[in-house]
């Protein structure tokens, strides 16, 4: 009998600092999180891949431009969810072009710049714990699974 292979949702999210201060959108009127912090990040599309899709949501949701060359992998999440399972890939950059302005008002209520070592109460958990992997440069992660052994 043959196993059953992943099917993982993949999402790129962009670690996107300056000045010490983070950007973060607050989910709104999404279904998903609504009222909670995250970075500017999305889905990838099929026949897209992370890094496209990292350039794509970058300007989709914040106003901006990223070269591909400019993106760095800077932390891979693999996580069990409910009765899924995703992989994230977490971008860098320190260029871009264009200034950062909420492009997505119905999906995003604010998109602001916080002090990375003092984020908002109200920011999705696994985004947080992967701001803290990116800071101890942890570059791998997974949530959900059970431990060998367990």
Partial sequence: MEKERHKMTPASYLFLVRDNKILLLRRFNTGYADGKYSMVAGHVDAGEGFINAMIREAEEEAGIKIKQEDLKVVHVMNKKYLDSERVHIFFATDK???????????????????????????????????????????????????????
Avoid: H, M, T
Avoid at 102 to 124: A, V
């Fill in 96 to 150: 871009w072009d264009g200034e950062v302005v909420n492009r997505e008002p119905s999906k995003c209520d604010d998109l602001s710049w916080f002090d990375i070592n003092n984020l908002p109460e109200n920011i999705i958990p696994d985004v947080n714990q992967a701001i803290e992997y990116i800071k101890n440069k942890i570059f791998y992660s997974e949530q959900g699974y059970p431990k060998i052994g367990d």
